[in-house]
């Protein structure tokens, strides 16, 4: 009995102490994934389909940050009515001239795995209608900065057209990348081409977050209220930040377009050259990129407002 009660004691000991396979699945989880940032939704019933011009109805707005960088500078926006209607007054906590300041929204991270979440409540009251009814469509506009960061291991072999037999530790190849790295404008391909003094790397780049691409210098012209509004020449603009290969080395300068890429029907190509910095064998290294940009995204309910009957 008391060899059993060891053992069992030992066994617990061995297993009890491992670590967990939750845990392990949390600390190795890539979280630059998917291909969305802040997703905005109206709450239900607020506002309702429906409202009374006597009654005071809300509107309830909740916000989450779905991608992996953290918003520091967002706003949303409020329009699609008429505020001689809406002259009763809309207020709430953050809220002021129909935009409401966003507190700052983490992105997904181990610590906060679903990302940065908040829920803003603005109160109204309608100015009594001369006519039966008016039907707005609210709009709500985020507007914000957001960032992609995405890394793949390539294969540099300096000789890559060698006649001679010798072993190799890899080989050139293109590499495809799915499912985003957690920011609406993702990298889908990473072509590589080696030649004998350098390699070539051409990055394929999309918008596939459904919502509007622009430089992030104009964020402020992002407002549906602004005269000037984004202008053609920021509309679709991503700045590059930088292209890596290995540890620290900056490529970028070596890079076509340099500085910011031109969505056309929503992607873009960034042509790169790595010269090799010595002649060795073939190895693996990582190339990361990191492209910044301003994002607007949208949603709307359509509220109908009825005159109280006399």
Known sequence: MKRLLMLALALLLIFGCGPSQQGDTALTRDYRTG????????????????????DE?????????????TVTDGTIYLSGFDPRVFGGGLSGQGFSNNQIRLDELPGKSFYNPDGGYAVYSITGRITPL????????????????YSTEASA??????????????????TPSDITLSGGQGGPIEITQIEVDPTKNDVRL????????????????????CSPYSQRGITLEAKNTVRVDYV?????????????????????????????????????????????????????????RTVKIIKTPT
């Open 130 to 145: 001369q006519v039966n009814t008016y039907t707005p469509t609210i709009l709500a506009t985020a507007c914000y900065t």
């Open 57 to 69: 109805f809300v509107i309830g707005i909740e916000v989450r940050n779905k991608g992996a960088h």
């Open 153 to 170: 291991d390539i294969c540099i072999d300096p000789d890559p057209y060698s006649t001679q037999i010798k072993e190799k530790a890899c």
């Open 244 to 300: 890596k290969v290995g540890i620290d080395r900056d490529i970028s300068s070596e890079c076509q377009p340099r500085g910011e890429l031109k969505l056309v029907d929503g992607s873009a190509v960034l042509m790169c050259k790595y010269t090799y910095p010595t002649q060795q064998g073939a190895y693996k290294t990582p190339v990361t990129i990191k492209l910044s940009y301003g994002y607007r995204s949208s949603t709307s």
């Open 35 to 54: 291909t969305q940032a802040l997703v905005l939704n109206f709450l239900p019933n607020a506002p309702p389909s429906e409202v009374f011009d006597t």
């Open 202 to 221: 051409t990055f394929h780049i999309r918008n596939s977050g459904g919502g509007l691409v622009f430089d992030p210098g104009q964020l402020a012209e």
